[in-house]
T-cell receptor
């Protein structure tokens, strides 16, 4: 099956710093989504980005489907950005299955 | 407010005692799915449903059952729970399938003793 790898697995930042999270996938995909799991366990959909670049405030994401990766940028990080970031893909040829990466755990300190 | 509602949020129970986790969405979505989240493994799909009366296995279906009698509801049933089913469970829905933006419930933390 499709493999989804995220890096780094853990990241500690000081407030105000920028960071880049990476998601690599092993097969052609027709969908990529980024999620943030907050410290209370809730999963929030950040981006639906099968290709191209999108921005939402301090966060932006870029997916290069032909090279099988996506990047999530966090600028001027805040303590509320702490949590786990997941990417998830569905591969070309299926509409039913979403495969998640194992996540990047981000801690933003004062 | 558009939402996916799971109940209960927390449950501690014992091995072998049948339990049901309910999931309901108010967005008229056709696609619904269940995931379990375990440390170091991310989220893994248990079952999914493309529409009413249409369900299929995900990656880790063993020990679970589902039904989809109505569009809005997709309960997860553990007929004989075991300790290895202790996990954080999420229900999700989308308009038509996995390619669409997914909306998640707040999660159900199950502990099977």
């Amino acid at each position: 099956g499709i493999q989804v790898e995220q890096s780094p697995p853990d990241l500690i930042l000081q407030e105000g710093a920028n960071s880049t999270l990476r998601c690599n996938f092993s097969d052609s995909v027709n969908n990529l989504q980024w999620f943030h799991q907050n410290p209370w366990g809730q999963l929030i959909n950040l981006f639906y980005i099968p290709s191209g670049t999108k921005q939402n405030g301090r966060l932006s994401a870029t997916t290069v489907a032909t090279e099988r990766y996506s990047l999530l940028y966090i600028s001027s990080s805040q303590t509320t950005d702490s949590g786990v970031y997941f990417c998830a893909v569905s591969y070309t040829g299926t509409a039913s299955k979403l495969t998640f990466g194992t996540g990047t755990r981000l801690q933003v300190t004062l | 407010e558009a939402q996916v509602t799971q109940n209960p949020r927390y449950l501690i129970t014992v091995t072998g005692k049948k339990l049901t986790v309910t999931c309901s969405q108010n967005m008229n979505h056709e696609y619904m799915s269940w995931y379990r989240q375990d440390p170091g493994l991310g989220l893994r799909q248990i079952y999914y449903s493309m529409n009413v009366e249409v369900t299929d296995k995900g990656d880790v279906p063993e020990g679970y059952k589902v039904s989809r009698k109505e569009k809005r509801n997709f309960p997860l049933i553990l007929e004989s729970p075991s300790p290895n089913q202790t996990s954080l469970y999420f229900c999700a829905s989308s308009k038509t399938g996995a390619r669409q933006p997914q909306h998640f419930g707040d999660g159900t933390r199950l502990s099977i003793l």
